[in-house]
């Protein structure tokens, strides 16, 4: 999907529509916890699909981008470490699905086990590590507060992922034309 100059343009409006509903989701698509500012987040799913779809670097942007503005909108600021957080998971699940053949209708039992796979390693270390650490560094916020809400956020995002993120990418596959499916009539 990407050019040898740049992102394509499909790839440009793949991120900023990927951008947009991140934002929406995360605005209107997500459930108090009761743990503090975290909550159960549907718009993870639909970063894992457009990084598979799109690559890395788009699923880095889609994060980057949609997250700064989802905080922008609902709490006046960006929470940098858990934005650096939602790029970092975009990254890995782009690079860890590469080779996944989802565009040319392939999306059998081996490509659904290593999207989550990757998923399930892009969550680890995005909000076991990356955000809580993160939160210290910039924000000097207390470890067993920010572990735990990391923790939380990634558990549950591995479980959304896992089943929404699965199910969209399952009938976003049924939507492409398997390679060879198509015969010539003589």
């Known amino acids: 999907m990407q050019s040898s100059k740049g992102f394509s343009v499909k790839t440009v409006v793949a991120i900023g529509i990927g951008a947009a509903l991140f934002i929406v ?6 459930i108090p916890t009761g743990i503090p500012n975290t909550n159960l987040q549907t718009n993870y799913a639909i970063l894992a699909l457009f ?3 799109y690559g ?8 980057l981008i949609g997250h700064s503005l989802a905080d922008l909108i609902s709490y006046g600021m960006p929470w940098f470490s858990w934005v650096i957080a939602s ?4 990254l890995l699940v782009g690079l860890l699905t590469r080779g996944i053949r989802i565009q040319e209708g392939e999306f059998g039992i081996g490509a659904i086990v290593r999207f989550n796979i990757a998923q399930i390693i892009a969550n680890a270390v995005a909000w076991f590590i ?4 993160l939160d210290i560094l910039i924000y000097a916020e207390p470890a067993n507060k920010v572990f735990t809400q990391g923790l939380a ?8 992922v896992l089943i929404l993120g699965t199910l969209i990418a399952i009938a976003y596959s049924k939507t492409r034309t398997k390679r060879g499916s198509l015969t010539r009539e003589a």
Do not use: K
């Open 87 to 90: 790029g970092v998971f975009g």
């Open 51 to 53: 990084a598979l779809l």
């Open 130 to 133: 990356v955000a809580p650490l």
């Open 153 to 160: 956020a990634g558990a549950m995002n591995m479980v959304t």
């Open 56 to 63: 890395p670097l788009a699923g880095l942007l889609i994060g």
């Open 25 to 30: 989701l995360a605005r209107f698509g997500s």
